[in-house]
């Protein structure tokens, strides 16, 4: 029959981050299912995959406190069988919210409200360079191996929220994303832990993806005034 996954759009995220404290919200890839199904190598974005893995990523799908979004990818590698074996059920929404909302150049108003919050970004450097929102504390993570150090950045992660008094963590984690989210939520209810992915990435000059390689930097400054109301060429190279 094949997985249910209802329409989830901009409006719909925001309704939610504004009337459900703490509101939070992990993505699940290829990557996600490819470990879960023990499999090795890098998923479609190079990030590694390692069964290490496995056991946060199954916890994460098994936290009823969260949203869950699924995409394509992860559904084409076997998401559905596999879901079925373990006996778990989830009312899934569309996992590219605001991938989608960003090229359509609809991502303002998403902006607009981080704009309004105290912000902690997990991320690869060079998401250092994404002047967009204030963010209070940035830690970075390896790009392709944020899996690696998970214990270590969850420790620095939980010392600044309660320092800087975080109330919104946004992750680029790749496929142990949803491990964060889901560990960091459960230790902090009220914080709004969302899986942000690459969607930053072509504003800080990174085309990590095949769109945004396809339709090119010209248009990326253009969504950049769209959906930051900011030139955002400057941020290309630090």
């Not at 373990?86 to 359509?104: M, P």
């Amino acid at each position: 029959m094949g997985l249910a996954v209802r329409p989830f759009s901009i409006g719909d995220i925001l309704r939610k981050l504004e009337t459900e404290k703490g509101f939070s919200f992990a993505r699940y890839g290829d990557g996600t299912f490819l470990v879960l199904l023990g499999m090795g190598g890098k998923n479609c974005d190079g990030a590694s995959l390692d069964s290490r893995q496995a056991d946060g990523l199954e916890r994460s799908l098994r936290d009823t406190t969260i949203t869950h979004g699924i995409g394509d990818l992860a559904i084409k590698t076997g998401a559905e069988q596999w879901l079925t074996e373990k006996g778990i059920e989830i009312d899934w929404v569309d996992c590219n919210v605001l991938h989608t909302a960003g090229l359509r150049g609809k991502l303002f108003p998403f902006v607009n409200w981080l704009r309004g919050r105290k912000n902690l970004v997990i991320g690869p450097a060079h998401l250092q360079r994404l002047k967009g929102f204030p963010v209070a504390y940035f830690e970075e993570i390896h790009p392709t191996e944020a899996a690696k150090n998970i214990e270590e950045t969850l420790l620095g992660v939980g010392f600044a929220i309660e320092r800087e008094r975080i109330d919104t963590v946004l992750l680029s984690a790749g496929p142990s994303a949803p491990t964060f989210v889901s560990r960091i939520h459960e230790q902090y209810p009220w914080v709004s832990v969302l899986d942000t992915g690459s969607v930053w990435d072509p504003y800080v000059g990174m085309l990590s993806r095949k769109v945004f390689r396809k339709v090119g930097k010209p248009y990326i400054r253009e969504l950049g005034r769209l959906n930051f109301k900011l030139e955002v060429s400057g941020w290309w190279n630090g």
